[in-house]
């Protein structure tokens, strides 16, 4: 039996679902926005995967409590200590009350969305995914659910690790893994802004970045003068950790043509979505190869 395909994996960045500088608070216009075109992607025949970021919610948390570091470069030794216990269980509270805020949303609008949470049966080592990949029960899951037409809806977590105790597993990397077993044609990381600017979007003279291009063979990412400004409280990473995810995409999943990073409810995140290009948004593509 052929592998079940879908024609998206949709990233709900955490700006396009909380209000990051305000603690675990929705930003219920951009979710409700992004809730509504997914539900009419849906209507139009669309298949997709959907995975959601934290924003503020989860990752205060684990910083507070430093549940990313575990329990370092020491080896664990079991039970756990009181305050990594403490903080991944709040952690982990935290992210799954933003998962049923995100899945109430789609809900409302149609999608039969269905969760699939990494912890306990997705492990990391170091934070990195065992073995380099997800355990197959996991992918076979999702696909199992798309065959259904239901919708797969996963989360950034905390990860039971088997070199530090536990960890955090970011949403970007589930973008990868979908993409490629899902056998994604595009992926859309959707945000609170219209893309990559060339400084933070809030600076006068910020330029949004319109295409990326990826060199295949020495991985590095085409862009010219791109601040990567990080906000302190993002245990995952910030723009360069979106970038890297796309660049990991396009590198790891080849029947993956295109990345698009739009803003949430835009005219461009439904052109993005249905794999246009979108005029108002940045555009990661592979860059041509000469010919041996």
């Known amino acids: 039996m ?16 909380t209000k990051k ?11 409700n926005a992004s809730a509504k075109q997914l539900g009419e992607l849906l209507k139009d025949g669309g298949k997709m995967a959907v995975i959601h970021g934290a924003g503020s919610f989860g990752h205060q948390q684990a910083r507070e409590f430093g ?8 080896a664990p030794t079991y039970p756990l200590n009181a305050r990594l216990l403490e903080g991944a269980a709040k952690t982990r509270l935290s992210v799954t009350t933003l998962n049923k805020y995100v899945v109430e949303a789609l809900v409302k609008e149609n999608v039969p969305a269905m969760t699939i949470s990494p912890c306990p049966f997705v492990h990391t080592e170091r934070k990195k995914l065992l073995g380099g990949h997800l355990p197959p029960e996991a992918a076979q899951g999702a696909k199992e659910l798309l065959k259904r037409g239901m919708v797969p809806v996963v989360h950034g977590d905390v990860t039971l690790d088997v ?8 949403g970007d990397v589930w973008m990868v893994e979908f993409c490629r077993e899902l ?7 959707i945000t609170d802004v219209d893309g990559v600017f060339t400084a933070p979007p809030t600076d006068p003279g910020a330029q949004l970045v319109p ?7 020495t991985k590095a990412l085409e862009l010219k003068g791109v601040s990567m400004d990080c906000a302190a409280h993002d245990v995952t990473g910030g723009l360069k950790a979106k970038l890297d995810s796309a660049a990991e995409v396009l590198l790891q ?4 043509e295109c990345v698009f990073i739009v803003r949430a409810g835009s005219e461009a995140a439904a052109e993005a979505l ?18 041996a």
């Open 183 to 189: 056998h994604a044609k595009y992926a859309v990381f």
């Open 21 to 31: 500088a305000v603690f675990e608070t929705l930003n219920e216009e951009a979710l």
């Open 67 to 74: 549940v990313s570091k575990g329990t370092g470069d020491e």
């Open 211 to 217: 295409e990326i291009l990826l060199d295949p063979v």
């Open 253 to 256: 999943a080849p029947e993956v």
């Open 2 to 17: 052929a592998d079940e395909k879908c024609d998206v994996v949709v990233k709900i960045g955490g700006s396009a679902c």
């Open 274 to 291: 249905r794999g246009r290009v979108p005029k108002q948004g940045t555009t990661l593509r592979r860059m041509a190869t000469a010919a």
């Open 163 to 170: 070199a530090q105790g536990v960890a955090i597993l970011s």
